[in-house]
């Protein structure tokens, strides 16, 4: 098992540009979601879906889209990068269907310049 | 959405002693609360966490109180070593399925 896998690790956008941060799992899980990290304000919930087909905006949702074709990925999209976007990005999934026992990837840290 | 305050933000302890990371939470409907660690260049793990039906857990040098009325719980390490070094994260789940998470804790265990 591979877990969560993240890519890319690393990635920098010019303003306006726009891209994609793909996430995907092999451990079947319903539960994905997005989160960004930002120092000192630990981690804050952008996008979450409980099951192929269903997505959900958390927190901080504006500037981003997601889909869930599949039980397996759930890629972020940046559809016009700003600085404010700088940030590590993590994905991560559940297999209570929840947000409980979270499994995260390693992470993309995205700068917008 | 709801705040989860985390305290302290930065934690220096001697190896073999115990460290404290205490977090207060305003929703009075949340009933999970986990607790992450997250080592450098990692993304977070779950360590450890309780339910509102419990007031304390443990896993070997890992404990977790709650207490409801109050509004806080803590993490607890016993013994601590080097590897325990990372940063910490407290959660609540808010109504909605979301996790809240406090801003975290560097805990750098000396030797």
């Known amino acids: 098992n591979a877990g969560v896998t993240q890519t890319p690790k690393f990635q920098v956008l010019k303003t306006g540009q726009s891209m994609t941060l793909q996430c995907a799992q092999d451990m079947n899980h319903e539960y994905m979601s997005w989160y960004r990290q930002d120092p000192g304000m630990g981690l804050r919930l952008i996008h979450y879906s409980v099951g192929a087909g269903i997505t959900d905006q958390g927190e901080v949702p504006n500037g981003y889209n997601v889909s869930r074709s599949t039980t397996e990925d759930f890629p972020l999209r940046l559809l016009s990068a700003a600085p404010s976007q700088t940030s590590v990005y993590f994905c991560?999934?559940?297999?209570?269907?929840?947000?409980?026992?979270?499994?995260f990837g390693s992470g993309t840290q995205l700068s917008v310049l | 959405g709801e705040n989860v305050e985390q305290h302290p933000s930065t934690l220096s302890v001697q190896e073999g002693d115990s460290a404290v990371i205490k977090c207060t939470y305003s929703?009075?409907?949340?009933?999970?609360f986990p607790w992450y660690k997250q080592e450098l260049g990692k993304g977070p793990q779950l360590i450890i966490d309780?339910?509102?039906?419990?007031g304390e857990k443990k896993d070997q040098r890992i404990a977790v109180t709650l207490n409801k009325t109050a509004k806080h719980f803590s993490l607890h390490i016993t013994e601590t070593q080097p590897e325990d070094s990372a940063v910490y994260f407290c959660?609540?789940?808010?109504?909605?399925?979301?996790?809240?998470f406090g801003a975290g804790t560097i805990l750098r265990v000396k030797s």
């Open positions: 991560a999934s559940s297999y209570l269907g929840t947000n409980e026992k979270l499994f």
């Open positions: 929703d009075s409907a949340s009933n999970y």
């Open positions: 959660a609540e789940e808010e109504y909605g399925n979301k996790l809240v």
């Open positions: 309780i339910r509102s039906n419990v």
